[in-house]
């Protein structure tokens, strides 16, 4: 690797450490037995939240429901720049997955998606000095201009090439984008949804998790942990704040696939009742049509919870193989 511009700054503290073991198990777990890659409407509804939550941390007006009803097509009442932002943010999101997160043009063609219409120059670095203001006070000055396309690609190169944790990596580029700030505006949701890709790179369960809305709730501290690692040189407290954040989404959602799994053992015990029945005559008293799903999100937690019993246990596979609740 050539010599870079800069190298990102951390350290791998023991929280770090414990955290990224933490939610690599959790995000294992969560790929096996997660409904949501099948679940249209469930991704949809996280996507939605997601634009929801990055705009509303860029002061955005909009509430969860008018998001909503703008992506439904829906006539909402509020500022035409607003209503252009959430446009563009869906649609940028509904592309993420195609682009490579390596790549610097990717990184340019997806900025044009999310600010086309909103600022002079979409996909295009900027060319002028700029600073972030938070009040009266600036409380961060960005690189030269002339230094931007250079440092972001040593960003992306390192990103790439650098033997950390997929976890790790995605943190420290989310922090070192916002430093490198190389877009006149719309870098704060660049650098988001940019790390929600990197994350789905190395997990794919993470294209649908709202990353973003646990941020949006601790906002004043992420901000503070993105000046103080400023401050530091050192972005090693934006990194545990990143990982704390992102091990509170798996564990959010982690809940919300328990919740499920605990309504479709209902619904498969309301099915049973006091009968024995085979995995057919269950599926056309629940409506359901796909095996798989049906053994995968109803008879198999019933039996892992020891709430049904087979009739002919040796023979799991058997075509006279029937159920009963377990009393």
């Avoid at 563009?88 to 997160?101: D, G, R, S, T, W």
């Avoid at 997990?203 to 646990?214: V, Y």
Wanted: charged share 20%; hydrophobic share 40%; net charge positive.
């Amino acid at each position: 690797m050539s010599e870079l511009l800069y190298k990102p700054v951390y350290t791998n503290t023991d929280e770090i450490v414990n955290l990224t073991v933490k939610i690599a198990a959790l995000a294992d777990a969560l790929n096996i037995k997660s409904t949501m890659q099948q679940s249209l409407k469930l991704r949809r509804a996280n996507r939605i939240k997601s634009v929801h939550s990055s705009l509303a941390i860029e002061n955005n007006s909009l509430s969860l429901e008018q998001v909503t009803a703008v992506i439904n097509g829906k006539k909402v009442l509020a500022p035409p720049q607003d209503i252009c932002e959430v446009k563009n943010a869906f649609e940028a999101y509904n592309n993420l997955l195609a682009f490579n997160p390596y790549d610097i043009d990717d990184l340019q063609a997806a900025h044009l998606i999310l600010m086309q219409d909103l600022v002079q120059h979409p996909g295009r670095f900027r060319t002028g000095a700029i600073g972030v203001v938070k009040g009266q006070e600036v409380v961060h000055i960005a690189p030269r201009a002339d230094m931007v396309s250079g440092l972001i690609a040593d960003l992306l190169k390192w990103t790439q090439k650098s033997k950390a944790h997929p976890l790790i990596k995605s943190c420290v580029f989310h922090y070192e984008f916002e430093f490198v700030h190389p877009f006149a505006d719309g870098n704060g949701r660049m650098g988001r949804m940019w790390q929600t890709l990197l994350l789905y790179k190395w997990k794919s369960i993470f294209a649908w998790l709202p990353i973003e809305t646990i941020i949006m709730q601790h906002q004043s501290q992420y901000y503070t942990a993105l000046g103080n690692s400023n401050d530091k040189g050192d972005c090693t407290e934006f990194v545990e704040f990143m990982l704390r954040r992102i091990l509170e989404t798996l564990q959010k959602h982690t809940d919300q696939v328990s919740d499920q799994e605990s309504d479709q053992v209902e619904r498969l015990l309301s099915a049973l009742g006091s009968k024995t029945l085979s995995a057919n005559e269950l599926m056309q008293k629940l409506n359901l049509k796909h095996k798989p799903t049906f053994r995968k999100n109803y008879i198999n937690p019933a039996l892992e919870k020891n709430l049904i019993v087979m009739t002919l246990p040796d023979k799991p596979n058997s075509s006279n193989q029937k159920y009963k609740k377990n009393f």
